[in-house]
């Protein structure tokens, strides 16, 4: 048997049930039409500039640098029966972290029941005082979360970590199924697979439900830190499709507590600010002052009530890696209900005995900093070599306080037309949770396949490719 879970193939290779219908057409096609259709979506993509721009490489000339997120012709699918308990997962955890994001900005009733540490929290590089005893709207914070899951094991589904910030991403999912359905007709012939293009109007209406109160028509727009930014496609593309303006922080100023946006026919009033600048820029007065993303006076019209903002101010704290291994917690104390979704187990390298064995097992461990993202500021203990994990092992003793520690999973793996043929490599997936007046998760999300054999780094910053993902209806 396979040490990692095959979605497609059962340990005697036969399809599993609901991929019979794939493999069967799969098994039909030649390397070359697959070519063609794989070289047909390069050039579709690019027409279209749907490109991400690399930051951080290792290689100098590359930073910053577009590039194509490699697509691969072969979806991800998932039954119906998975679906559902996901599905239930997803929006039982993102309401827990919800209600932890209000409860640390007012009552701390989980500090004082000693489930998370204070310090934890007020120690948190994304904690914000400013929102301390602050009402947002609905008591929303966490209006959009991209929780990351991976199926390892014997095909258990794992929270790898929960997004909650700017969660970049569902423009591919979008893009991924036009592309699929555009190359591959038939196969949406012979499968019946759940829609995801009503992603856009299921985020307009959750924007929209969360104004302030008392507005009537709210207007909503999509703030971008500009061009340069890896994820603008992403911002130009939401704002398009839900047909509202996609604005930096040059176009709104505030007046008279209020924010208003520049328009060719003067001040518009806006009430809903869809946000992908990170705290820290979008607000010069409030935050750091050398910042030219962010709009002046936005915190205090936003701590009014008199504008909302979506994901709110302080959300990060929520998402941050020392903050992940208390979710489970987080949701027997909210909801009084046992987790749907298991957490991966993590050593929290701030503890005593938890440093011991994360420091005796580095080369069997993931370890990630605490506030990293994008795949960076990781080590892969398997994959790394000894000189890489002595020197890690001094970062961690430096500043324990700032890593935790996994085991490496087995993460399941997707059959993947690579230049050898098709192979298997390994995936996550990322769904996107909508919070306001109803919880919505739209079925799929994006699938990220590490295309490099025996990788397990998904990332597109780190060379990771990705798939459609189908949800089978019944």
């Known amino acids: 048997m396979s040490e990692y879970f095959n979605e497609m193939l059962a340990a005697d290779q036969s399809a599993r049930a609901h991929y019979e219908v794939f493999h069967e057409w799969l098994h039909a096609q030649t390397a070359l039409s697959l070519s063609r259709k794989r070289a047909e979506a390069d050039l579709i993509f690019r027409r279209v500039g749907i490109t991400f721009a690399v930051y951080g490489s290792d290689a100098a000339t590359d930073a910053g640098t577009e590039r194509l997120i490699p697509f691969d012709i072969i979806p991800r699918i998932i039954p119906t ?46 904690y914000r005082p400013e929102m301390q005893g602050i009402p947002v709207a609905s008591s929303i914070y966490a209006h959009i979360a991209g929780v990351d899951i991976v199926r390892a094991g014997a095909g258990e589904f794992y929270v790898l970590e929960d997004n909650l910030r700017v969660p970049s991403g569902v423009s591919y999912m979008l893009e991924d199924r036009k592309m699929m359905m555009r190359l591959f007709p038939e196969l949406f012939e012979r499968h019946k697979v759940a829609p995801v293009d009503h992603y856009p109007d299921l985020l ?28 603008y496609f992403e911002h130009a593309f939401l704002a398009q499709q839900m047909g509202v303006e996609l604005v930096e922080g040059q176009d709104l100023f505030v007046d008279d507590n209020h924010v208003y ?68 917690e987080m949701i027997r104390f909210y909801l009084s209900e046992e987790p749907i979704l298991n957490n991966v187990p993590t050593f929290q390298c701030r503890k005593k005995d938890d440093l011991a064995y994360t420091l005796a097992h580095l080369p069997e461990l993931v370890v990630k900093e605490v506030h990293g993202a994008g795949g960076y500021g990781m080590l892969v203990g398997p994959a790394s070599t000894r000189a890489q ?62 295309l490099s054999e025996g990788s397990l780094v998904v990332n597109s910053s780190q060379g990771g490719g990705t798939k459609d993902t189908w949800i089978l209806e019944q």
């Not at 010069?284 to 910042?291: E, G, I, N, T, Y």
Request: proline share 7%; net charge neutral.
């Open 261 to 328: 946006m520049r328009t060719t026919r003067g001040p518009r009033r806006v009430d809903v600010i869809y946000r992908r600048i990170d705290d820290d820029f979008i607000d010069p007065l409030a935050f750091r002052r050398d910042s030219s993303l962010g709009v002046p006076g936005l915190l205090s019209v936003y701590q009014s009530g008199r504008v909302t903002l979506a994901n709110a101010v302080g959300t990060g704290v929520a998402d941050d890696k020392s903050i992940y291994p208390y979710v489970p």
């Open 204 to 231: 307009l209406d959750n924007l929209r439900s969360v104004a302030p109160q008392g507005v009537a028509d709210p207007a909503v727009v999509v703030i971008t830190p500009g061009m340069h930014n890896s994820a």
């Open 389 to 450: 994990i002595e020197c890690f092992r001094e970062k961690i003793i430096a500043r324990p306080d700032a890593y935790i520690a996994q085991p490496t999973l087995a993460l399941s793996a997707c059959p993947t037309f690579v230049e050898s043929g098709i192979a298997p490599r390994h995936i996550d997936l990322r769904p996107f949770v909508l919070s306001g007046e109803t919880t919505s998760v739209v079925p799929g999300g994006l699938t990220r396949v590490a």
């Open 81 to 126: 029966a998975e679906w559902t308990r996901l599905e239930a997962g997803l929006k039982q955890r993102v309401r827990a972290l919800n209600m932890f994001i209000h409860d640390i900005y007012h009552d701390q009733s989980i500090i004082e029941a000693g489930i998370v540490p204070g310090e934890q929290i007020f120690r948190n590089a994304q």
